[in-house]
């Protein structure tokens, strides 16, 4: 069955990492073809954790309050955290400062539910710490292109840590899309929002 398992996926978009940890954790090998289309990054990981539920770590809870409380953060990051996030990115003056304030009160939500704990599933990567999982690595490449920190570790210890313990995980940091050249994409994108050529 593993012989079948192509990703199809185009590199700097995140959510394609999302679904490239997930068959890591399975412990199931794919073969990795980069395409540009939408991907429905929820249904696809809900699937390898069910086809391969026999084998790695799961994924999803199997509690089902659990898996509920799971999928209600997976929500919380893609409608309450990640658009004014990208607001704080793709702004300056105040519409950036209000948008920075916006994420921030989100961050010290998700802060308060992490609390302390390794990952959000406890001791391994689950639902939420893939979901969340690009952050680690953008939300640094924000900061540094902006000049505007956001994740400062006095003010959000836990989610702190959390990044540096995703982004050592076996399952990741063998597995993240060339950096260097995000970053370019990235001030690209920030300038063509800034300069009014996108919106």
């Not at 540009?36 to 990981?45: D, E, G, Q, S």
């Not at 989100?106 to 308060?112: I, R």
């Not at 406890?122 to 900061?143: A, N």
């Not at 076996?170 to 300038?191: C, F, G």
């Amino acid at each position: 069955r593993d012989k079948q398992v192509k990703l199809f996926g185009f590199w700097p978009n995140p959510y394609v990492f999302k679904v490239i940890w997930a068959p890591r954790i399975k412990g199931v090998e794919y073969d990795y073809n980069p395409v540009h289309k939408k991907i429905p990054v929820l249904v696809i990981l809900e699937f390898i954790d069910e086809a391969w539920k026999d084998r790695g770590d799961r994924i999803l809870p199997e509690d089902p309050y659990e898996r509920a409380m799971a999928c209600f953060w997976v929500r919380f990051l893609q409608d309450k955290l990640s658009p004014p996030i990208w607001k704080w990115f793709t702004t300056q003056g105040q519409e950036q400062e209000d948008a920075h304030e916006a994420a921030i009160e989100q961050l010290l939500v998700l802060e308060k539910e992490l609390d302390g704990k390794r990952f959000f599933a406890g001791e391994k990567i689950g639902f939420v710490d893939l979901s969340l999982g690009p952050l680690s690595y953008v939300i640094p490449m924000y900061e540094e292109i902006t000049g505007v920190k956001m994740i400062a570790g006095e003010k959000l210890p836990s989610l702190s840590a959390w990044m540096g313990n995703f982004l050592s995980s076996p399952v990741v940091k063998d597995h993240l899309p060339p950096l260097d050249k995000l970053r370019l994409r990235l001030q690209t994108i920030r300038e063509a929002f800034l300069n009014g050529k996108v919106k």
